[in-house]
């Protein structure tokens, strides 16, 4: 065997053991990524809600209900991913303040609601659903509306349409899983993301048996049924301004953007409160406060 042989056939070897390193440390990210993210819940000393569990499907829902009573209009608020209901506190206090009734919950693989895996919401559409549900028979004559954060929002798009809602704020929503994976890998590996998420995206199928076309909300929010708030960071990297522009563009009338400037993938509520109440606050009491 010449030196030039010896050479080749170790330059196979270490090419394919980089593949398998690499697929190796592709699979280990994806198990990470879904991984649930569950622990207690407790209520908040001082804030007098109501702790209940929704019928889900296949699992109860846990969350916190706070009634107003009369014909207060009710926001249903959904935390984004690895975060659970208590991330929403802040809004849900603001919305009580301005008169609504909230409840707010776990999705499925987070806080105290079980779930064998996160799925971009895919599984957690069926959460919005059933606590929406929930809320028809329980105060059947309010308005509803919704304030969905990132995975949240995803999971009101991903669910039937049209989404049976009278108001949807959707804040940092990924249009589509492929470009949102990316993003998140480009943060921290720059260049290397458009070679790495190919090995992500092909994980879907086998891990949760879905596509990656089963993830792209912006297919869905033509028939969204509802007046919607686009709400964006302009200095996002995980769900940028642009896509959140085309997210936008893709809705129909009423329809509205509020672009946070100076914001990145974060609560919009902390970063910009006088904002979030003019803008959030001032759109869902437009589109639910009951007629005169």
Known sequence: MTFRDIRARALIALGIGALVMGATA???????????VNRPV??????????????????????WWLNQGGDSPVVLLLHSIRADRSSMLSRAKLLLGHGFSVLLIDLQGHGETPGVAITM???????VRAALGWLKRTVPSRRIGVIGCSLGGAAVLLSPQPS???AV??????????????N???????PLAP???????????????????????????????????????????HTTLAESEE????????????????????????????????????FLLEHLRPAA
């Open 184 to 190: 998140r890998i480009r943060i921290r590996l720059g």
């Open 42 to 63: 407790p209520l908040p000393a001082g804030f007098p809600a109501q702790v209940v569990s929704l019928p889900g499907p296949g699992h109860a829902i846990a969350g």
């Open 247 to 282: 997210l936008f563009r893709a809705a129909v009338q009423p329809k509205r953007l509020w672009v946070v400037t100076g914001a990145r993938h974060q609560d919009f509520l902390s970063f910009d409160p006088a904002g979030y109440d003019s803008e959030v606050i001032g």
């Open 195 to 237: 070679a790495l998420t190919p090995l992500l995206l092909v994980q879907l199928q086998p891990r949760l048996h879905i596509s990656p076309r089963d993830l792209e909300p912006i297919r869905s929010i033509d028939r969204l049924g509802s007046p919607v708030l686009v709400v964006a960071g302009s200095r996002d990297q």
């Open 164 to 166: 049976g809602f009278d």
């Open 26 to 36: 592709s699979w280990q990210l994806g198990s990470q990524l879904v991984r649930p």
């Open 169 to 182: 704020v959707l804040e940092a929503v990924y249009p589509r899983v492929a470009r949102a994976i990316e």
């Open 121 to 127: 919401g895919s599984r957690e559409s069926g959460d």
